[in-house]
């Protein structure tokens, strides 16, 4: 009786204990097996790190309201989607945005680039500085209303355009991603 009440008592005092089964962790990084966005439950789907030069710049994870393997398949569902970015070193914020342009450049065509070219300059305009390690950001791209982007819990802006959101998630899941071994994660293949 003694020794059942001392592990009661372990496992009601251990909060790892209790919340491992409620995370998956990437390169210290805790990624929620379940977050809600828009009232809408999603799962993570996968998670990978991007690297460039042999360093670690981030752990991209995708969360989905249904499990997909195909980058496609991800970009057009009708449910809410999240690309969260956590920071795994410092990163200037002219770099990051070139980054994020040059994925949309790799989405789009010459005319979807022109026909968006208000929402590129939006998009690129809500991040105010740099990208310090240890920072979280989520892209969420939600039907009817677009893309939200947020950075450590703060709205950071929205643009009300669900072919501009989808083209957004095409920087981590299109034909031609920002690191194809952070889509393969994303998409549970890694």
Known sequence: MLFRMLLLAC???????????????IRGVELPLEITVNETQLTLN????RSRFFVRVYVGALYTAESVTDGDTAIQLDSPRRIHLAMLRDVGRDTMVDALEDGLDDAMTDEERERHADNIEAFKDMFPGDFQEGYRGDIDAIPGEGLVVTMNGEEL???????????VLAIWLGDKPADSAVKRGMLGEG
């Open 157 to 167: 802006g929205r643009i009300d355009d669900d072919d501009f959101a989808r083209f």
């Open 46 to 49: 996968g998670a990978g790190v």
């Open 11 to 25: 496992v009601l005092l251990s909060p790892s204990l209790v919340a491992a089964d409620d995370v998956r962790e």
